[in-house]
């Protein structure tokens, strides 16, 4: 069965560092796209980051720009994000997800940032950025 676990939540000072993991079982992450997700209190739910399976291509809301980094390590199904920088508004419940990667013309579109794309989500982990 499908299933995503997420990792490495915790509580950091501003300009802190802190690395997530996502762990996939079930398939493949040569053959999907993983986005990173967050919700604050009071909050929709909104897009961090994306990789995709198909070029390992990354891609970032802009908000997160230049202080994350998404990576990936296929050999155990483990996608990685890296956050450096942080800042009180990067608070919030950080979730992993999967959705299908989208083909046209024999290649595959980039992944979006948009919950609704995503099918399977994981339990979530809470990132706190305070002093």
């Known amino acids: 069965q499908k299933q995503l676990v997420e990792s490495g939540g915790g509580l950091v000072q501003p300009g802190g560092s802190l690395r997530l993991s996502c762990t996939a079982s079930?398939?493949?992450?040569?053959?999907?796209?993983i986005g990173w997700f967050r919700q604050a209190p009071g909050k929709e739910r909104e897009g961090v980051s994306c990789?995709?399976?198909?070029?390992?291509?990354?891609y970032y809301s802009a908000s997160v720009s230049g202080r994350f980094t998404m990576s990936r390590d296929a050999s155990k199904n483990t996608v990685s994000l890296q956050m450096n920088s942080l800042k009180p508004e990067d608070t919030g419940v950080y979730y992993c997800?999967?959705?299908?990667?989208?083909?046209?013309?024999?290649?595959?579109?980039?992944?979006?940032?948009?919950?609704?794309?995503?099918?399977?989500w994981g339990q979530g982990t809470q990132v706190t950025v305070s002093s």
């Open positions: 079930g398939f493949s992450l040569d053959s999907s796209a």
């Open positions: 990789i995709s399976g198909a070029d390992n291509m990354t």
């Open positions: 997800a999967h959705a299908y990667l989208f083909y046209s013309g024999g290649y595959a579109y980039p992944p979006s940032l948009q919950p609704d794309d995503y099918e399977t």
